[in-house]
T-cell receptor
């Protein structure tokens, strides 16, 4: 059973640029959630996708957007990057929607300069 | 503001000591509760969860947690810690009727001295 994978591992971007992060969910999982984790903080919920539709969203501005594909993999897009967007971005998949147990990937470390 | 609070930022214990990590939340209504653990160099992984039923839930590696609704608490316990329990522990609250929002606490770093 392949776990959740994320790419790239690390990324450095300049303020104002756009970035796309990718996530492959665990086999058989149809739900993907994205989180932002700043240093020394717990993960903050960005949004959840279920069967290619956004199924819940945290308190993040619209410049954070996402996609889920028919194979349940997912992308997180962030436009107009700001310095405060520097963080670890975590993807988690689960076999059902809602608050069921989630399986986390290793994360993508984004640095905005 | 609504939140998930973990009272201890860093806990240091000797092996065989008992552990209790506090978690309080301030959301009313239906919640699902979780403890996640992150061992050094590894991904976040589920330790245990509570959705309904018996408020005392058992998880992996001898951990358990008790849901006390009146206190809005979900404390994590282990009677005897091991050096391998050294990790960061996160309490999380899912709000199934509020955009499936999942709120994490700031985490508690546990260091177990051999």
């Amino acid at each position: 059973e392949t776990g959740v994978t994320q790419s790239p591992t690390h990324l450095i971007k300049t303020r104002g640029q756009q970035v796309t992060l990718r996530c492959s969910s665990q086999s058989g999982h149809n739900t993907v959630s994205w989180y932002q984790q700043a240093l020394g903080q717990g993960p903050q919920f960005i949004f959840q996708y279920y069967r290619e539709e956004e199924n819940g969203r945290g308190n993040f501005p619209p410049r954070f957007s996402g996609l889920q594909f028919p194979n349940y993999s997912s992308e997180l897009n962030v436009n107009a990057l700001e310095l405060d967007d520097s963080a670890l971005y975590l993807c988690a998949s689960s076999p059902r929607t809602g608050g069921n147990e989630q399986y986390f990937g290793p994360g993508t470390r984004l640095t905005v300069t | 503001a609504q939140s998930v609070s973990q009272h201890n930022h860093h806990v240091i214990l000797s092996e065989a000591a008992s552990l209790e990590l506090g978690c309080n939340y301030s959301y009313g209504g239906t919640v699902n509760l979780f403890w996640y653990v992150q061992y050094p160099g590894q991904h976040l992984q589920l330790l245990l969860k509570y959705f309904s039923g018996d408020p005392l839930v058992k998880g992996i590696k001898g951990f358990e947690a008790e849901f006390i609704k009146s206190k809005f608490s979900f404390n994590l316990r282990k009677p005897s810690v091991q050096w391998s329990d050294t990790a960061e522990y996160f309490c999380a609250v899912n709000l199934p009727y509020n955009n499936n929002d999942m709120r994490f606490g700031a985490g508690t770093r546990l260091t177990v001295k051999p």
